[in-house]
């Protein structure tokens, strides 16, 4: 039997396998008791979005910094952290076909409040026909408010939807919901007032306005109509993060550890975080992570098991083979569904080693 590679409490990290991702617990808590202090100072609800690290612990961690409930993408997510105790849970998502519905109906019965979105008449029609007034669901209209992804497309498209919600047997009107783009707050208050206007003027009472993201974190106070805020990268943080300016290098709690396994040439390393360790997103930048001690050098390709990386900007001292390096990703949430586990740290040395329990929860 091949002995456990994961790194016991009170490992070095100086002394663990490499590529492996670890999350400095200073910085961890920080980034929760900032997130919720500064939503705490609005009067609004803080929903954080368990996509981002898939963890119970930590989502815990949140919930008792003062989150009123967490947020999941995905069906089979959302029971991952039902069994783990979470009874308040938004899944902001179409679901549509009879497997997921019916294990939506199994997780309505087992989660104290569940609530879904739906933003066509499509999904509506499925999920009326699944849920029953005796134990019903609870179902928010998305809106498009310049996320150019899912979600209706006017105030008045919100309006017919919330109609058909709130009047199908079985389903209950929960409120709006909305992914904006980055500075885009002006917009999605437009849309949330005009929609509000309507409802109120039907008599349709409107408990819940979410939005989300981690960009415009701080600026959520622009949107008034908001209730409740939703954002998971913030735990974290990441090299995206730091360019839109919610974060600072300091306040990136993921690193993936990486080991220098060949020098070829002095301009170029090569290191055993590939595709398979270190996510391929770009996000917009034209390299693949931040080398944090060497800031010029740019990790230009990535095969499944190397990672090459550009020195020739890189002046005075270069990595050397065997030398471990610590990299912020372009994008933490990726990274973490990538490895079974998560190593956690205080001062270089291992605090505690956690299983991804949502890991691979897609459907």
Same mark, same amino acid.
């Given at each position: 039997?091949?002995?456990d590679?994961?790194p ?12 492996l ?12 008791a900032?997130?919720?202090?500064? @939503? ?16 119970p ?5 949140q919930?008792?910094?003062g ?5 999941c ?10 069994e ?11 679901i549509?076909?009879?497997a ?25 029609e ?7 007034p005796d134990?019903?669901?609870t ?8 996320g ?9 498209? #919100?309006?017919?939807? #919330?109609?058909?919600i709130?009047?199908?047997?079985g389903?209950?009107?929960g409120?709006?919901?909305t992914?904006?783009?980055?500075g ?6 437009a849309f949330?007032?005009?929609? @509000?206007?309507?409802l109120?003027?039907?008599?349709i ?35 995206a993060?730091?360019r #839109?300016?919610?974060?600072t290098?300091?306040d ?22 590939g595709?398979?360790?270190?996510t391929?997103?770009l @996000?917009?930048?034209d ?9 010029? #050098?740019?990790i ?31 994008h ?16 270089e ?15």
């Amino acid at each position: 039997m091949v002995a456990d590679i994961w790194p016991q409490p009170g490992t070095p990290l100086s002394q663990v396998m490499t590529p492996l991702p670890v999350i400095d617990e200073r910085r961890l808590a920080a980034n929760i008791a900032r997130g919720q202090g500064f @939503l705490d100072g609005l009067g609004r609800a803080f929903r954080p979005h368990i996509k981002t690290h898939k963890l119970p612990e930590v989502a815990r961690m949140q919930i008792e910094a003062g989150a009123c409930g967490i947020n999941c993408q995905k069906v089979t997510e959302a029971e991952v952290f039902a069994e783990a105790g979470f009874d308040d849970v938004l899944i902001t998502y179409n679901i549509l076909g009879p497997a997921r519905l019916a294990r939506l109906k199994a997780l309505n019965s087992q989660v104290a409040k569940l609530s879904v979105t739906a933003d066509s008449a499509l999904v509506v029609e499925g999920l009326g026909a699944t849920f029953a007034p005796d134990a019903p669901l609870t179902v928010l209209v998305e809106c498009d408010t310049g996320g150019a992804r899912c979600g209706v497309q006017s105030p008045e498209a #919100a309006f017919a939807l #919330a109609q058909q919600i709130a009047g199908a047997a079985g389903l209950r009107f929960g409120g709006l919901m909305t992914y904006p783009g980055p500075g885009g707050a002006a917009q999605v208050e437009a849309f949330m007032a005009a929609t @509000l206007a309507k409802l109120a003027e039907a008599g349709i009472d409107c408990p819940v306005v979410t939005v989300g993201g981690t960009p415009d974190f701080f600026k959520a106070g622009e949107i008034p109509s908001a209730t409740e805020h939703r954002a998971g990268t913030y735990v974290y943080n990441d090299r995206a993060m730091v360019r #839109a300016g919610h974060a600072t290098l300091e306040d990136c709690a993921m690193h993936v550890l990486a080991t220098v396994v060949s020098r070829p040439t002095p301009d170029r390393a090569v290191l055993d975080t590939g595709s398979k360790a270190l996510t391929s997103d770009l @996000l917009g930048f034209d390299d693949f992570g931040l080398i944090e001690a060497y800031p010029a #050098a740019r990790i230009t390709g990535l095969s499944e098991e190397h990672g090459v990386v550009d020195l020739s900007a890189v002046e005075g001292r270069r990595p050397e083979v065997g030398e471990q390096v610590r990299i912020i990703p372009n994008h933490t949430c990726v990274v973490t569904n990538m490895y079974d586990r998560m190593v956690f740290h205080d001062g270089e040395v291992v605090t505690r080693v956690l299983e991804v329990a949502a890991r691979g929860t897609v459907w």
